[in-house]
């Protein structure tokens, strides 16, 4: 807990408090106060660190949690938009892709390492073909 405080405050102070206050909505000195770790009397809320998150793009905080807790903080590769009609084809044909691999696979009623590991591969495929399709929808 510790280092997550620390983190969140270091996040404020790297930042230019006043201008980070600003865009919050929050007076400098109450951000200040709430962002010391040694202050018993002021804590962050959770709105408050959305909005040092999301004002600073500084992930320390989170990193830090994260850590507390076992996992690792990794950024997601955004996928890049396509036309809306071709982002659409190409998950239809994705979704094809996997119902064939199951299909085969249970043609002879057991389904093998090998083909697990396809059908694995291919829903893979399926999602990254979704997340192209929600790209493409945001700036359709």
Do not use: C, W, Y
């Not at 865009?23 to 040092?52: C, W, Y």
């Amino acid at each position: 807990m510790e280092d997550f405080l620390r983190a969140a405050q270091s996040a404020v102070l790297d930042h230019e408090a006043k201008s980070l206050a600003a865009k919050m909505g929050v007076p400098h000195v109450s951000l200040l106060q709430r962002a010391n770790p040694d202050n018993d009397a002021h804590h962050l809320t959770i709105e408050h660190l959305f909005g040092i998150l999301l004002h600073t793009g500084d992930m320390r905080p989170l990193e830090a949690l994260a850590e507390a807790f076992g996992f690792e903080l990794v950024a997601k590769e955004q996928p890049k938009a396509r036309d809306l009609s071709a982002a659409m084809l190409h998950v239809t044909k994705e979704f094809a892709d996997v119902a064939r691999s199951v299909s085969d696979a249970m043609d002879d009623g057991r389904i093998s390492q090998h083909e697990r590991a396809q059908i694995s591969r291919e829903i893979s495929e399926a999602r990254h073909s979704l997340d192209v399709m929600a790209a493409s929808v945001k700036v359709a």
